[in-house]
């Protein structure tokens, strides 16, 4: 059974430019959050999705960033006009329901802004 | 809201000496807690958990943690360490009712032969 996906594992991007980071969750899963690691930092709660529905984008910039997570296809985190600010490991994770004691999490995606 | 704070960001020891890594918690709702383990370049792997019962939570690789309520702690430890175990740990903490992880800053475990 495959554990969560994420693709790129790594992106660069130059500023300005749109960076789309996917997820494909665990088998069987409908939920999916993302987080974001900023370097020498834990990591921040971005985004919490069912499919076809956002759940809590509490922790989402309020600007160039959205997600997505549609009935079909794996969900997708989209950052439009980087800045050198948005350079970070973005993780996701998955959950079979919304249980918080059982998310399980994917490799991430490093993302570079020159 | 809650919020985690792991006290100390390096922890380098010898091999076969024990160690523990501290995580304190805010909170003003029941809470679940958590330790994760990241290796370089990979993402996050669940060691332990407390959701309710025993305090005392131990995992299959010799790691534990108590849940200390009345100080707000979460601490791990291992009563020796292998160089194997060097890696960046998180301590998190989410509501009961919540979906949401509320990580730490980590702490940099490194395993000196």
């Known amino acids: 059974n495959a554990g969560v996906m994420q693709n790129p594992r790594h992106l660069v991007r130059r500023r300005g430019q749109e960076a789309r980071l996917r997820c494909s969750p665990m088998k069987g899963h409908s939920h999916v959050y993302w987080y974001r690691q900023l370097p020498e930092e834990g990591l921040k709660f971005m985004v919490y999705l069912q499919k076809e529905n956002i759940i809590d984008e509490s922790g989402m910039p309020k600007e160039r960033f959205s997600a997505e997570f549609p009935k079909e296809g794996p969900s997708i985190l989209r950052i439009q006009q980087v800045v050198r600010g948005d350079s970070a490991a973005y993780f996701c994770?998955?959950?079979?329901?919304?249980?918080?004691?059982?998310?399980?999490f994917g490799p991430g995606t490093r993302l570079t802004v020159l | 809201a809650q919020s985690v704070t792991q006290l100390d960001s390096q922890v380098p020891v010898f091999e076969e000496a024990p160690v523990e890594l501290r995580c304190n918690y805010s909170s003003s709702v029941s809470v679940y807690l958590f330790w994760y383990v990241q290796y370089p370049n990979q993402g996050l792997q669940l060691l332990l958990k407390y959701l309710s019962g025993s305090t005392l939570v131990e995992s299959i690789n010799g790691f534990e943690a108590e849940f200390n309520k009345s100080q707000t702690s979460f601490h791990l430890r291992k009563p020796s360490v292998h160089i194997s175990d060097t890696a960046e740990y998180f301590c998190?903490?989410?509501?009961?009712?919540?979906?949401?992880?509320?990580f730490g800053e980590g702490t940099q475990l490194t395993v000196n032969p």
């Open positions: 994770a998955s959950s079979l329901e919304g249980v918080v004691n059982e998310q399980f």
């Open positions: 998190a903490v989410s509501e009961t009712s919540g979906s949401r992880l509320t």
